[in-house]
């Protein structure tokens, strides 16, 4: 009985985690947008594609259209340094070279985008070259 009602609490626990997962994904949808080249996220190589973007409770996930690239990463919050909003839904890359790296990620109507933690292999260029950002609009909002 003991083992029955355990599963039962885990049970509910996790329907509970699914519709919350499954409420804050429909609330914000995922955002598309082309990289036109490969790109690192935190310890990941992605290729250069179409992906979708979802920003979620501090965690960004990150899929190519067909589904075979995927990251989810941890994001600290970030502000524009007037405090508006942001006008135009973005995502925005440091480069070194020729080495991108995710950055920020920037929904439109929103005061505070998120930014990526930079990677050691990040930290390392940028003590070596000199970085610039590259922005690539996002395209569009889908309800997937």
Known sequence: ???L?????FGAVLVTLGAGSAKAQQSSGWL???APFEFNVEQQKLPAGEYRILVQDGWVQIQS?????KAHILTLPVRRKNGSQTEVAQVVFHTYGTRYFLSEVWVAGKQAGRQALESKEEQSLA?????LAVVTPIRSMSGK
């Open 1 to 3: 009985m003991n083992g």
């Open 5 to 9: 009602l355990k599963g039962v609490v």
């Open 65 to 69: 259209r067909k589904g075979e690239s």
């Open 32 to 34: 598309e947008f082309k």
């Open 127 to 131: 003590k070596e070259k000199k970085m």
